[in-house]
């Protein structure tokens, strides 16, 4: 009698764990089905959106490189003004001395000397936007920034990059400051303001 009960449940124990088994491979079945399919969506979504900033960068680097002609870039010099060029040359020394270790100072002065070479950019190309104190005055303070910024870092980087990058505030702060005393608030260059607004 009890090895037929002993029988009679292992079968019984086989079955309950064979219908467990089923459920969980149909539930895991379910499951791998729902995943897939949000996969499938939020793969869709994402790949959608890859594309368009994909065109957006596309769009931005061929106005960029418009932009860059070595034309372009020798008739916006030539209309500068003396300040303005040296605010030029002083941004793309600031660019040029901060290779090295990458910190938030070196991506600073980056950024600071880019947007001084796109004011300055702007203005060769005629581009009337008022800045409060004159474009003088913020390529003082944006040289004047980059001097206590690289002060900062004056024992972590080598001898001479960090003397060619004082150097290049320098010449941001004497150019900003000279355009500061020389020009109106509003200092686009003489013959763009001709063309501009005559």
Sequence with gaps: MIPRAGAWLRALVAGMLGRLGRRLSRLAAHVAGAVASVTRR???????ALRAVGRGLASLLRGLLDRLRPRRIYGAWRVLGLEQRAA??????????????????????????????????????????????????????????CALLILSRFLERPLGQTLLALASAAILVLAGMRQQARRPADDLPRFVRRRSYS
């Design 88 to 145: 030029a040359t002083g941004s793309v020394l600031l660019v040029a001395s901060t290779p090295g270790p990458f910190s938030f100072v070196e991506v600073a002065v980056m950024l600071v000397a880019i947007a001084v070479i796109a004011l300055v950019y702007g203005r060769s190309e005629g581009r009337p936007f008022h800045l409060p104190f004159g474009d003088g005055g913020w390529v003082a303070v944006a040289g004047a920034w």
């Design 42 to 48: 939020v793969g869709s979504v994402l790949l959608r």
